[in-house]
């Protein structure tokens, strides 16, 4: 079982459509938890990171997380052109800053206009 | 604008060679991790420095070393290099104490023929 579980896509969407993505992960000791945007021949982007079970709303997206399950999801509402991209979920165990982030293999994302 | 800076930004070099990559971390901040994303995959932990020293290792081998300066600026040195190691190479400074979610450099595009 990989540690990071992502379906790889593609995922296509119409614009202005609710995009949703999806990750689970293995350790339950897992505590902090990110979504990274990559676009093609480019480097991670961090656009989200929540630690508290629940819903995280920062303007068009939200990142909402249950621990008991643990998944994490990440929704992008109103889905434009520029939002086509691999989105990569990574988790980290502790929420100290020297602590190894563990990535999934990411989601290829294409809004179709 | 994250503030970590990756030189160079592509490189070739033949199987069996060495290459240096090198990283310039955020101001203020004491820690740098290096991660090797292959194509189509997520990125993956090689090591971290905190404050000049290695705290923490990922599954590669002897061959991948790094440095840290006072400055806090890295590089991590790949010796004998094997077609596999062809990749994007990513850094990301961190302050080592607290929390801060890891925002990666531009990164460097490696290609071992």
């Known amino acids: 079982q990989k540690e990071v579980e992502q379906n790889s896509g593609p995922l296509s969407v119409p614009e202005g459509a609710i995009a949703s993505l999806n990750c689970t992960y293995s350790d339950r000791g897992s505590q902090s938890f990110f979504w990274y945007r990559q676009y093609s021949g480019k480097s991670p982007e961090l656009i989200m990171f929540?630690?508290?079970?629940g819903d995280k709303e920062d303007g068009r997206f939200t990142a909402q997380l249950n621990k008991a399950s643990q998944y994490v999801s990440l929704l992008i509402r109103d889905s434009q052109p520029s939002d086509s991209a691999t989105y990569l979920c990574a988790v980290k165990r502790s929420n100290f800053g020297n602590e190894k982030l563990t990535f999934g293999t990411g989601t290829r994302l294409t809004i179709i206009p | 604008e994250t503030g970590v800076t990756q030189s160079p930004t592509h490189l070739i070099k033949t199987r069996g060679q060495q290459v240096t990559l090198r990283c310039s971390s955020q101001s203020g901040h004491n820690t740098v991790s290096w991660y090797q994303q292959a194509l189509g995959q997520g990125p993956q932990f090689i090591f971290q420095?905190?404050?000049?020293?290695?705290?923490g290792r990922g599954n590669f081998p002897p061959r991948f070393s790094g440095l840290q300066f006072p400055n806090y600026s890295s590089e991590l040195n790949v010796n004998a290099l094997e077609l596999d190691d062809s990749a994007l190479y990513l850094c990301?400074?961190?302050?080592?104490?607290?929390?801060?979610?890891?925002?990666f450099g531009n990164g460097t595009r490696l290609t071992v023929t």
């Open positions: 420095y905190y404050r000049e020293e290695e705290n």
């Open positions: 929540i630690y508290s079970n």
């Open positions: 990301a400074s961190s302050l080592g104490e607290g929390d801060s979610p890891l925002h």
